[in-house]
């Protein structure tokens, strides 16, 4: 089962998805639809006890990136939004331990975003900005 809400209801959606059995958060997820200017922020819950599995969908603005942790809810949230702000450029309020996870000294775009220019960016990096 998938779930869309908005994004200023997802704490209080995934509380009471919690409340009602879905005490697992096994992945976080985020696909960039550059198109549309939006990102959408994936949450996959497990309930174990009924071996249901379920989905939790919100849309959040590119140009201003910013959702609510979930982190007081499920703290397995903690990594998931710490990659997700690293490699989209997420902003996960009230989550205070978004350091850098894999990319280390990174000031660019992050690299996942489809803007990214992964192209350039190895020829940059490892060219000296050209291609022999």
Do not use: C
Not at 28 to 56: A, G, K, P, S
Not at 64 to 88: C, D, G, K
């Amino acid at each position: 089962m998938t779930i869309n809400v908005n994004h200023e209801d997802t704490v209080k959606v995934a509380s009471s998805l919690k409340e009602w059995g879905f005490n697992h958060l096994s992945d976080v997820t985020v696909v960039d639809y550059l198109e549309d200017e939006e990102f959408e922020i994936i949450y996959h819950l497990w309930d174990h006890n009924n071996h249901e599995r379920l989905i939790l969908k919100t849309r959040i603005p590119r140009d201003n990136p910013v959702i609510n942790t979930l982190t007081h809810i499920w703290t397995s949230a903690q990594m998931h939004e710490r990659e997700n702000h690293e490699m989209f450029g997420v902003n996960f309020n009230g989550n205070n331990k978004l350091t850098p996870l894999l990319l280390e000294d990174w000031d660019g775009l992050p690299p996942l975003r489809k803007d990214f220019d992964s192209r350039q960016y190895v020829l940059d990096e490892f060219y000296g900005g050209e291609r022999a």
